[in-house]
């Protein structure tokens, strides 16, 4: 099964998906918000080489947690993004994902202004890998 993974911010949007096999995730590219969210020609092109029968997207929740202001906003962008699609949603926790992301492309050796467009496409195929891993490669909770 093939899965998409958004990261969504407010200007950006990290995309990541899944090999063919639905076991290994990888960066895709970073749109900006209103691409994604007007679902423009250059979302639809990456839905079509994809063809992802999932979309996972990172929830930011608090450090304790709990849902927050950001968190709800991002949900309901991603429900919108999801039913556009037509295709099935599910969230996971991406506390710490940018960080992570950028500490990867630090130890690469990009510069804080040349990794600014790569970071949410690395945080979102990071919460896509462990989402894959909390499902065991079978690509959803029914799987």
């Known amino acids: 099964m093939r899965v998409l993974a958004l990261d969504i911010g407010e200007v950006r949007i990290g995309i990541a998906a899944t090999d063919a096999s639905g076991t290994i995730a990888c960066p895709v590219r970073v749109l900006s918000a209103s691409e994604v969210l007007g679902q423009a020609k250059s979302f639809r092109r990456i ?26 906003r991002v949900m309901g962008q991603a429900r919108t993004i999801a ?33 600014r467009g790569r970071v949410d496409m690395v945080a979102a195929s990071l919460f896509l890998q462990t989402w894959l891993d909390m499902h065991d490669g079978k690509g959803g909770s029914d799987g």
């Open 83 to 115: 039913q556009a699609c037509g295709l099935p949603l599910e969230f996971v926790d991406e506390r710490l994902s940018s960080a992570e992301a950028k500490r990867i492309l630090r130890q690469e050796g990009y510069s804080e202004k040349s990794m």
């Open 47 to 72: 839905l079509e080489d994809y063809e992802p029968e999932l979309l996972v997207c990172g929830c930011p929740k608090t450090l304790s947690g709990t849902d927050g202001p950001q968190s709800r």
